[in-house]
């Protein structure tokens, strides 16, 4: 078996939060995406993350069949609402549309999820997903624990601190689930959540 690229590890520091707010540099990046609306964490956003996860899957099945080459499937990712600078803070900033995130490898090309659609068998119904590089540059970010539902508040948080260090929330909030949410309780769930930030 080939050795699996893991890019949580190789990029561990974009994925460390804690609850104090912490201003990194991060990489570009690219990732499978799938287009949602409705309910941030509600049904269809349930139903979508099930979807991309299986072409995640997909995807690396034919990296090892066709490349010899695998990687470890990385974790829920989504972006949420419009950009940060038109959202108001107080818990009322919108999280929807949204877009789901599963960040892949560099060999992981657009032509391998054409090839899936065009090898799918009719009636098949692979999801509308697409390639898409993210840069976000410089970021704060915290981790929440508890129900997706307090994203917005510490959302809010996040663009308080930046305030504080002159510095300006811009792009799409970005959330990534540190814990499987299909395993672990609501209550106890671990979101890392961040915003793109650049000097005022």
Not at 52 to 77: C, M, N, S, V, Y
Not at 172 to 197: K, N, Q, Y
Request: net charge positive.
């Amino acid at each position: 078996m080939p050795a699996r690229v893991d890019l949580v590890v190789l990029r561990a520091a974009e994925y460390a939060a804690t609850r104090s707010p912490r201003v990194l540099g991060t990489t570009p990046a690219r990732y499978l995406t799938l287009d949602g609306e409705g309910k941030f964490g509600g049904p269809e956003f349930e139903e979508r993350a099930a979807e991309i996860h299986r072409l995640l899957q997909q995807l690396r099945e034919r990296a090892i069949r066709e490349q010899g080459k695998d990687f470890r499937p990385t974790p829920q990712e989504a972006l949420a609402g419009p950009p940060c600078s038109s959202n108001r803070s107080g818990g009322g900033a919108p999280l929807a549309p949204w877009k789901l995130l599963r960040r892949i490898p560099a060999f992981v090309r657009t032509g391998d999820l054409t090839a899936l659609w065009e090898e799918a068998p009719a009636g098949a119904g692979l999801p509308p997903a697409r390639i898409e590089e993210l840069r976000e540059g410089r970021c704060i970010q915290s981790v929440h624990v508890g129900p997706v539902d307090g994203v917005t508040q510490v959302a809010d948080r996040l663009r308080r601190a930046a305030a504080d260090l002159d510095l300006v929330p811009h792009g799409r909030l970005h959330c990534a689930w540190l814990s499987d949410p299909g395993r672990t309780p609501r209550e106890r769930g671990r979101i890392l959540v961040r915003v793109p930030v650049k000097a005022r």
